[in-house]
């Protein structure tokens, strides 16, 4: 698959790594390297296999995990003196707790401009309800809650498809007209019925390419209701709101 997106245009590597401490559900202080290691370059994997264009700052950060992962894997000299030496994981920990202190700052920000806009709003924008008719609140979905959900689809292919050859072609462009199509007809699909709907492995692919170009263009957006619950996908209403109207 020729088709590329490039990866910088959603989260960086420092993200990934605090997507993976919250859902592990880790002590930032006391990362176990060794897990965290893995799953990052599994995810990496996801990545090549996506074929997206990783920046080198993710391979980077995978080089700074295995240097980690090796000094804490050997063996500590005896000191002669008892001054503690420095956690190899010291820096590391230091870099993600500025960074997640500079991002909940950004957040905060961004909610702050929201809420003011509201006084000035344009045009019309329904709320969110569910059966009982309560306001539901959401939140944007990251890229890397998108990588999860489409590992776990994966996961359940049955392996003799991964392994058949694929007679129909798929393209991004179609994928996007479908999905299209489907957000006339409804307009909130979940991100996990979409993939299961594919027959194959390259189906898979493809749909999950086509959210990602159109998450990029900013025709949809991607939320969920709880921290990784189940992701929806709806179009972006700041789209399709009237313009010139007060």
């Known amino acids: 698959m020729s088709y590329k997106i490039k990866l ?15 859902k592990e559900e880790i002590d930032i202080y006391d990362i176990p390297i060794a897990m965290i290691t893995q799953q990052y370059l599994e995810y990496l994997e996801f990545m090549k296999l996506l074929d997206l264009n990783i920046a080198g700052e993710f391979l980077v950060m995978a080089a700074t995990l295995m240097h980690i992962k090796s000094k804490m ?32 700052a950004a957040t905060e920000l961004y909610h702050r401009g929201a809420r003011q806009s509201d006084y000035f709003a344009r045009g019309v924008t329904l709320p969110d309800t569910d059966s009982s008719g309560q306001k539901e609140e959401y939140f944007e979905a990251n ?19 991964f392994h058949e050859v694929v007679k129909d072609e798929y393209t991004i462009e179609e994928k996007i007209h479908d999905i299209f199509h489907l957000l006339v007809k409804k307009p909130s699909l979940s991100f996990y019925s979409l993939l299961k709907k594919a027959k194959n492995k390259t189906e898979i692919i493809t749909i999950f390419l086509a959210i990602l170009e159109l998450i990029r263009l900013k025709e949809i957006v991607v939320k969920q209701s709880k921290v990784f619950g189940d992701i929806r996908v709806e179009r972006n209403r700041e789209l399709m709101t009237p313009r010139g109207k007060v």
């Open 73 to 104: 894997l050997l063996p500590q000299p005896q000191m002669e003196e008892e001054a503690e030496e420095e956690d190899p994981r010291a820096e590391l920990v230091k870099r993600l707790l500025e960074y997640k202190k500079f991002k909940e």
């Open 143 to 161: 890229f890397f809650d998108l990588i999860t959900a489409f590992n776990k689809v994966m996961k359940e292919v049955p392996k003799k498809l």
């Open 8 to 22: 910088e245009v959603f989260e960086g590597p420092l993200d990934l790594l605090l997507h993976l401490i919250k």
